[in-house]
């Protein structure tokens, strides 16, 4: 598996993942959920918990700052339409 896939990989699933929280917890618990991710982000060198969760939990943090929050839901919807161009002939 090369870099560029594993990269995009770990894109497509923060993607779903932040989508997923905006949509289906409270604002505090996202709130809660990224500063638990940030803190715990160190222990990525663990089996189960990985460095995959500083940028989850930056942008579940950035979800709740509303200058950020509109940056990061254009930035997704970039990234969809981006995926989704590609996949159309």
Do not use: N
Not at 80 to 89: A, G
Request: contains cysteine; aromatic residues 8%.
């Amino acid at each position: 598996m090369s870099i560029r896939s594993s990269w995009k990989a770990a894109l497509r699933a923060a993607h779903r993942g932040l989508l997923w929280c905006d949509r289906s917890l409270p604002r505090y618990t996202r709130g809660a959920l990224g500063v638990l991710l940030v803190l715990a982000s160190p222990l990525g060198l663990l089996p189960v918990l990985g460095f995959w969760m500083l940028p989850l939990g930056l942008g579940l943090i950035a979800l709740e700052v509303p200058p950020w929050r509109r940056r990061m839901l254009r930035w997704l919807e970039r990234q969809q339409t981006c995926r989704r161009d590609r996949l159309q002939p």
